[in-house]
Protein backbone atom coordinates (compact mmCIF):
# COMPACT_ATOMS: atom_id res chain seq x y z
CA UNK A 1 0.00 0.00 0.00
CA UNK A 2 1.87 2.93 -1.16
CA UNK A 3 2.03 5.93 1.51
CA UNK A 4 -0.12 8.99 1.53
CA UNK A 5 2.66 11.46 1.03
CA UNK A 6 5.10 12.09 -2.01
CA UNK A 7 8.60 10.44 -1.10
CA UNK A 8 11.29 12.63 0.65
CA UNK A 9 14.27 10.69 0.47
CA UNK A 10 15.59 9.02 -2.56
CA UNK A 11 16.22 4.96 -2.03
CA UNK A 12 18.41 2.68 -4.51
CA UNK A 13 16.34 1.24 -7.31
CA UNK A 14 13.28 3.75 -7.20
CA UNK A 15 11.84 4.14 -10.21
CA UNK A 16 9.61 7.04 -10.81
CA UNK A 17 6.16 7.14 -9.93
CA UNK A 18 5.86 3.55 -9.25
CA UNK A 19 5.85 2.06 -5.98
CA UNK A 20 9.01 0.33 -4.41
CA UNK A 21 8.83 -3.27 -3.17
CA UNK A 22 7.36 -2.54 0.70
CA UNK A 23 4.60 -0.85 -0.99
CA UNK A 24 3.04 -3.91 -3.29
CA UNK A 25 0.30 -6.04 -1.22
CA UNK A 26 0.63 -8.77 -4.38
CA UNK A 27 3.07 -10.74 -5.79
CA UNK A 28 3.21 -11.83 -8.88
CA UNK A 29 4.57 -14.89 -10.14
CA UNK A 30 7.45 -17.57 -7.98
CA UNK A 31 4.88 -19.73 -6.41
CA UNK A 32 7.34 -21.87 -5.36
CA UNK A 33 9.54 -19.45 -3.29
CA UNK A 34 6.52 -18.36 -2.01
CA UNK A 35 5.22 -21.86 -1.32
CA UNK A 36 9.16 -22.98 0.56
CA UNK A 37 8.00 -19.91 3.30
CA UNK A 38 4.29 -20.72 3.48
CA UNK A 39 5.50 -24.72 4.64
CA UNK A 40 8.33 -23.69 7.12
CA UNK A 41 6.14 -21.37 8.76
CA UNK A 42 3.46 -24.48 9.04
CA UNK A 43 6.38 -26.35 9.99
CA UNK A 44 7.56 -24.39 12.72
CA UNK A 45 10.58 -24.51 11.20
CA UNK A 46 11.10 -21.34 9.51
CA UNK A 47 15.20 -21.27 8.98
CA UNK A 48 16.52 -17.86 10.34
CA UNK A 49 18.46 -16.51 7.25
CA UNK A 50 17.44 -16.91 3.89
CA UNK A 51 19.06 -15.99 0.47
CA UNK A 52 16.71 -14.86 -2.22
CA UNK A 53 18.62 -14.32 -5.46
CA UNK A 54 17.91 -13.51 -9.12
CA UNK A 55 18.40 -10.81 -11.49
CA UNK A 56 17.37 -7.40 -10.42
CA UNK A 57 13.77 -6.31 -10.90
CA UNK A 58 11.71 -9.75 -10.98
CA UNK A 59 10.25 -9.88 -7.52
CA UNK A 60 12.92 -10.34 -4.96
CA UNK A 61 12.09 -7.46 -2.88
CA UNK A 62 8.83 -7.80 -3.02
CA UNK A 63 9.00 -11.41 -1.57
CA UNK A 64 10.93 -10.07 1.26
CA UNK A 65 8.35 -7.70 2.15
CA UNK A 66 5.23 -9.77 1.61
CA UNK A 67 7.16 -12.37 4.06
CA UNK A 68 7.66 -10.02 6.75
CA UNK A 69 4.25 -8.40 6.49
CA UNK A 70 3.28 -11.83 7.89
CA UNK A 71 5.64 -12.16 9.97
CA UNK A 72 5.43 -9.23 11.72
CA UNK A 73 1.37 -8.99 11.86
CA UNK A 74 -0.64 -10.98 14.69
CA UNK A 75 -1.48 -14.13 12.55
CA UNK A 76 -5.17 -13.94 14.49
CA UNK A 77 -5.72 -11.06 12.41
CA UNK A 78 -5.56 -12.45 9.61
CA UNK A 79 -8.11 -14.28 6.99
CA UNK A 80 -5.57 -17.10 6.43
CA UNK A 81 -3.36 -17.46 9.81
CA UNK A 82 -0.86 -19.78 8.09
CA UNK A 83 -0.58 -18.33 4.48
CA UNK A 84 1.52 -14.87 3.77
CA UNK A 85 -1.97 -12.64 2.92
CA UNK A 86 -1.99 -9.48 4.51
CA UNK A 87 -4.87 -7.03 3.46
CA UNK A 88 -3.80 -4.04 2.46
CA UNK A 89 -6.54 -2.04 4.64
CA UNK A 90 -4.41 -4.32 7.30
CA UNK A 91 -2.84 -1.92 9.86
CA UNK A 92 0.62 -3.24 9.38
CA UNK A 93 0.23 -3.23 5.54
CA UNK A 94 0.70 0.94 6.14
CA UNK A 95 3.20 0.03 8.65
CA UNK A 96 5.85 -1.95 6.39
CA UNK A 97 5.15 0.92 3.91
CA UNK A 98 6.52 3.72 5.85
CA UNK A 99 8.90 1.37 7.43
CA UNK A 100 7.64 2.39 11.04
CA UNK A 101 6.61 -1.36 12.59
CA UNK A 102 9.18 -1.49 15.44
CA UNK A 103 9.74 -5.51 14.24
CA UNK A 104 11.26 -4.50 11.27
CA UNK A 105 14.28 -3.02 10.00
CA UNK A 106 15.72 -2.16 6.03
CA UNK A 107 19.18 -2.23 5.42
CA UNK A 108 19.66 -0.55 2.13
CA UNK A 109 20.90 2.48 0.41
CA UNK A 110 18.86 5.28 1.03
CA UNK A 111 20.48 9.10 0.13
CA UNK A 112 21.45 11.04 3.22
CA UNK A 113 19.33 14.17 4.76
CA UNK A 114 21.01 17.08 2.74
CA UNK A 115 23.28 14.87 0.25
CA UNK A 116 22.59 15.02 -3.64
CA UNK A 117 23.26 11.50 -4.42
CA UNK A 118 22.92 8.18 -3.08
CA UNK A 119 25.76 6.30 -1.10
CA UNK A 120 27.46 3.68 -3.19
CA UNK A 121 27.48 0.83 -0.29
CA UNK A 122 26.04 0.08 2.89
CA UNK A 123 28.20 1.46 5.83
CA UNK A 124 29.20 -0.64 8.89
CA UNK A 125 27.64 2.12 11.32
CA UNK A 126 24.14 1.27 9.19
CA UNK A 127 24.01 -1.86 9.19
CA UNK A 128 25.03 -1.82 12.89
CA UNK A 129 22.07 1.03 13.19
CA UNK A 130 19.63 -1.21 11.52
CA UNK A 131 21.12 -4.44 13.67
CA UNK A 132 20.53 -2.69 16.93
CA UNK A 133 16.48 -4.04 16.19
CA UNK A 134 17.73 -7.50 17.86
CA UNK A 135 19.33 -6.36 20.87
CA UNK A 136 15.59 -5.42 21.94
CA UNK A 137 12.91 -7.41 23.37
CA UNK A 138 10.86 -8.49 20.28
CA UNK A 139 7.26 -6.68 20.91
CA UNK A 140 3.34 -8.13 19.01
CA UNK A 141 2.21 -11.27 19.63
CA UNK A 142 3.92 -13.12 17.27
CA UNK A 143 7.60 -11.88 18.47
CA UNK A 144 9.54 -12.14 15.27
CA UNK A 145 12.01 -9.53 14.27
CA UNK A 146 12.62 -9.26 10.41
CA UNK A 147 15.60 -7.66 9.03
CA UNK A 148 15.71 -7.38 5.32
CA UNK A 149 18.79 -6.41 3.47
CA UNK A 150 18.06 -4.91 -0.13
CA UNK A 151 20.39 -5.67 -1.76
CA UNK A 152 24.08 -7.75 -0.65
CA UNK A 153 25.76 -6.44 -3.20
CA UNK A 154 25.31 -2.86 -1.86
CA UNK A 155 26.90 -3.74 1.46
CA UNK A 156 30.69 -2.93 2.09
CA UNK A 157 33.46 -5.49 3.53
CA UNK A 158 32.96 -3.91 7.17
CA UNK A 159 29.14 -4.25 6.59
CA UNK A 160 28.81 -7.45 5.30
CA UNK A 161 31.10 -8.66 8.75
CA UNK A 162 28.62 -7.45 10.76
CA UNK A 163 25.92 -9.05 9.27
CA UNK A 164 27.62 -12.31 9.13
CA UNK A 165 28.24 -11.99 12.85
CA UNK A 166 24.72 -11.66 13.49
CA UNK A 167 23.42 -14.69 11.82
CA UNK A 168 26.02 -16.52 12.96
CA UNK A 169 24.64 -16.37 16.30
CA UNK A 170 20.79 -15.30 16.01
CA UNK A 171 18.70 -13.97 18.63
CA UNK A 172 15.58 -15.87 19.08
CA UNK A 173 12.62 -15.65 16.44
CA UNK A 174 14.93 -13.22 14.74
CA UNK A 175 14.59 -13.85 10.55
CA UNK A 176 17.03 -12.37 7.80
CA UNK A 177 15.70 -12.07 4.56
CA UNK A 178 18.75 -11.22 2.16
CA UNK A 179 18.07 -10.26 -1.62
CA UNK A 180 20.95 -10.52 -3.89
CA UNK A 181 21.30 -9.94 -7.59
CA UNK A 182 24.68 -11.94 -7.51
CA UNK A 183 24.79 -14.83 -5.01
CA UNK A 184 27.41 -16.64 -5.72
CA UNK A 185 29.44 -13.38 -4.94
CA UNK A 186 28.49 -13.07 -1.52
CA UNK A 187 31.24 -14.12 1.56
CA UNK A 188 30.87 -17.70 1.68
CA UNK A 189 30.07 -17.49 5.35
CA UNK A 190 27.04 -15.83 4.57
CA UNK A 191 25.77 -18.03 1.94
CA UNK A 192 26.65 -21.36 4.05
CA UNK A 193 24.67 -20.10 6.65
CA UNK A 194 21.46 -19.21 4.83
CA UNK A 195 18.63 -21.27 3.21
CA UNK A 196 18.97 -20.60 -0.61
CA UNK A 197 15.73 -19.82 -2.68
CA UNK A 198 16.74 -18.97 -6.66
CA UNK A 199 13.82 -16.81 -7.82
CA UNK A 200 14.06 -17.04 -11.96
CA UNK A 201 13.01 -14.31 -14.68
CA UNK A 202 8.99 -13.13 -15.20
CA UNK A 203 7.82 -14.54 -18.35
CA UNK A 204 6.84 -11.52 -20.59
CA UNK A 205 3.02 -11.96 -19.89
CA UNK A 206 3.85 -11.65 -15.63
CA UNK A 207 5.74 -8.72 -16.47
CA UNK A 208 3.07 -6.98 -18.20
CA UNK A 209 0.51 -7.94 -15.25
CA UNK A 210 2.85 -5.89 -12.89
CA UNK A 211 3.37 -3.10 -15.23
CA UNK A 212 -1.35 -2.86 -15.96
CA UNK A 213 -1.35 -2.87 -11.85
CA UNK A 214 0.76 0.06 -11.12
CA UNK A 215 -1.62 2.96 -9.83
CA UNK A 216 -1.24 6.05 -10.64
CA UNK A 217 0.48 8.71 -10.79
CA UNK A 218 2.14 5.66 -12.81
CA UNK A 219 0.43 6.98 -16.68
CA UNK A 220 -0.36 3.46 -18.09
CA UNK A 221 1.06 3.45 -21.73
CA UNK A 222 -0.36 1.56 -24.85
CA UNK A 223 -0.48 -2.25 -24.52
CA UNK A 224 1.35 -2.36 -27.59
CA UNK A 225 4.15 -0.67 -25.93
CA UNK A 226 4.07 -2.43 -23.24
CA UNK A 227 4.47 -5.89 -24.61
CA UNK A 228 7.66 -4.17 -26.73
CA UNK A 229 9.16 -3.03 -23.43
CA UNK A 230 8.29 -6.66 -21.74
CA UNK A 231 10.20 -8.30 -24.62
CA UNK A 232 13.38 -6.26 -24.15
CA UNK A 233 13.21 -6.61 -20.73
CA UNK A 234 14.43 -10.30 -20.43
CA UNK A 235 12.11 -11.19 -17.25
CA UNK A 236 12.51 -8.20 -15.34
CA UNK A 237 10.13 -5.27 -14.41
CA UNK A 238 12.72 -2.10 -13.55
CA UNK A 239 14.43 -3.09 -17.38
CA UNK A 240 11.37 -3.31 -18.77
CA UNK A 241 9.90 0.15 -17.28
CA UNK A 242 13.14 1.52 -18.92
CA UNK A 243 12.30 0.44 -22.45
CA UNK A 244 9.49 2.31 -22.03
CA UNK A 245 11.07 5.12 -23.10
CA UNK A 246 11.70 4.82 -27.02
CA UNK A 247 14.69 6.28 -26.56
CA UNK A 248 15.96 4.12 -24.01
CA UNK A 249 14.44 1.07 -25.96
CA UNK A 250 16.62 2.10 -29.61
CA UNK A 251 20.13 2.38 -27.46
CA UNK A 252 19.33 -1.38 -25.77
CA UNK A 253 18.85 -2.61 -30.08
CA UNK A 254 21.97 -0.57 -31.00
CA UNK A 255 23.77 -2.11 -28.79
CA UNK A 256 22.49 -5.64 -29.61
CA UNK A 257 22.79 -5.18 -32.77
CA UNK A 258 26.20 -4.42 -32.90
CA UNK A 259 26.95 -7.50 -30.37
CA UNK A 260 25.56 -9.47 -32.96
CA UNK A 261 28.83 -9.64 -34.56
CA UNK A 262 31.07 -8.46 -31.54
CA UNK A 263 34.45 -9.98 -33.20
CA UNK A 264 34.58 -6.90 -35.56
CA UNK A 265 31.64 -4.38 -34.99
CA UNK A 266 30.01 -1.80 -37.31
CA UNK A 267 32.70 0.79 -35.30
CA UNK A 268 30.82 3.90 -37.32
CA UNK A 269 27.73 2.51 -35.78
CA UNK A 270 29.88 2.60 -32.52
CA UNK A 271 30.65 6.09 -32.93
CA UNK A 272 27.41 7.37 -33.48
CA UNK A 273 26.04 5.34 -30.25
CA UNK A 274 28.84 6.80 -28.57
CA UNK A 275 27.95 10.46 -29.17
CA UNK A 276 23.90 9.12 -28.55
CA UNK A 277 24.72 8.38 -25.43
CA UNK A 278 27.23 11.12 -24.44
CA UNK A 279 25.08 13.78 -24.85
CA UNK A 280 24.17 16.17 -22.33
CA UNK A 281 21.11 14.48 -19.76
CA UNK A 282 22.05 10.75 -21.36
CA UNK A 283 23.03 9.05 -18.63
CA UNK A 284 20.14 6.79 -18.60
CA UNK A 285 20.64 5.86 -22.15
CA UNK A 286 24.16 5.32 -21.09
CA UNK A 287 23.41 3.44 -18.55
CA UNK A 288 20.93 1.03 -20.77
CA UNK A 289 24.06 0.56 -22.78
CA UNK A 290 26.58 -0.45 -20.85
CA UNK A 291 23.86 -2.84 -18.82
CA UNK A 292 23.25 -4.56 -22.68
CA UNK A 293 26.70 -5.45 -23.16
CA UNK A 294 27.81 -6.56 -19.62
CA UNK A 295 25.01 -8.87 -19.70
CA UNK A 296 26.36 -9.97 -23.44
CA UNK A 297 29.65 -10.39 -21.72
CA UNK A 298 27.41 -12.24 -18.45
CA UNK A 299 25.89 -14.58 -20.73
CA UNK A 300 28.80 -15.57 -23.19
CA UNK A 301 30.50 -16.32 -19.85
CA UNK A 302 27.74 -18.45 -18.93
CA UNK A 303 27.72 -20.35 -22.19
CA UNK A 304 31.27 -21.15 -22.48
CA UNK A 305 31.70 -22.25 -19.06
CA UNK A 306 31.97 -25.88 -20.31
CA UNK A 307 35.06 -24.54 -22.10
CA UNK A 308 37.45 -24.40 -19.15
CA UNK A 309 39.03 -21.25 -16.59
CA UNK A 310 41.69 -20.64 -19.24
CA UNK A 311 39.26 -20.23 -22.20
CA UNK A 312 37.24 -17.82 -19.95
CA UNK A 313 39.96 -15.69 -18.48
CA UNK A 314 39.76 -13.32 -21.35
CA UNK A 315 36.01 -12.69 -21.46
CA UNK A 316 36.58 -12.43 -17.31
CA UNK A 317 39.36 -10.04 -17.51
CA UNK A 318 37.18 -7.97 -20.20
CA UNK A 319 34.23 -7.50 -18.03
CA UNK A 320 36.66 -6.38 -14.90
CA UNK A 321 38.31 -4.01 -17.30
CA UNK A 322 35.00 -2.77 -18.49
CA UNK A 323 34.07 -2.13 -14.82
CA UNK A 324 37.28 -0.33 -13.58
CA UNK A 325 36.78 1.56 -16.84
CA UNK A 326 33.27 2.85 -16.19
CA UNK A 327 34.07 3.70 -12.66
CA UNK A 328 37.74 6.07 -13.48
CA UNK A 329 34.98 7.57 -15.99
CA UNK A 330 32.85 8.58 -13.52
CA UNK A 331 35.15 9.58 -10.76
CA UNK A 332 36.66 11.60 -13.22
CA UNK A 333 34.10 12.77 -15.21
CA UNK A 334 35.85 11.76 -18.72
CA UNK A 335 34.37 12.15 -22.25
CA UNK A 336 32.38 8.97 -22.69
CA UNK A 337 32.67 8.81 -26.18
CA UNK A 338 36.23 7.09 -26.16
CA UNK A 339 34.83 5.18 -23.40
CA UNK A 340 32.50 3.54 -25.48
CA UNK A 341 34.42 2.83 -28.00
CA UNK A 342 37.03 1.22 -25.60
CA UNK A 343 33.99 -0.90 -24.07
CA UNK A 344 33.31 -2.12 -27.53
CA UNK A 345 37.08 -2.89 -27.61
CA UNK A 346 37.19 -5.05 -25.14
CA UNK A 347 34.76 -7.53 -25.86
CA UNK A 348 36.03 -7.55 -29.84
CA UNK A 349 39.28 -8.45 -28.19
CA UNK A 350 38.32 -11.06 -25.71
CA UNK A 351 36.10 -12.69 -28.40
CA UNK A 352 38.90 -12.69 -30.89
CA UNK A 353 41.06 -15.01 -28.73
CA UNK A 354 38.50 -17.86 -28.51
Known amino acids: MPPDHPRETAEAGDLANIPRPREHNRLVGHEAAEAAFVEALRSGRLHHAWLIGGPRGIGKATLAYRVARRLVADPRSLPR???LDVPPEHPVARQVAAL???????????QAPGAKTLPTKISVDAARKALDLFAETAGGEGGHRVCIVDSAEDLNANS???????IEEPPPRALFLIVSHAPGRLLPTIRSRCRKLALRPLDEEQVE???????????????DDVARAAALGEGSVSRSVSFLDSA???????VRMLLSNPHDPDWHRVLKLADTVSGRDADELFGAALDTLQRFLSSEID????????????LVEAADRIVEKTREAAVYNLDRRPLVLSLFGEVAGALRHL
Open 303 to 314: RRKGEGAAQLLG
Open 81 to 83: PDG
Open 160 to 166: ANALLKM
Open 248 to 254: TAGVVRE
Open 100 to 110: SHPNLVALRRV
Open 209 to 223: TVIDGFPPPFVQPAA
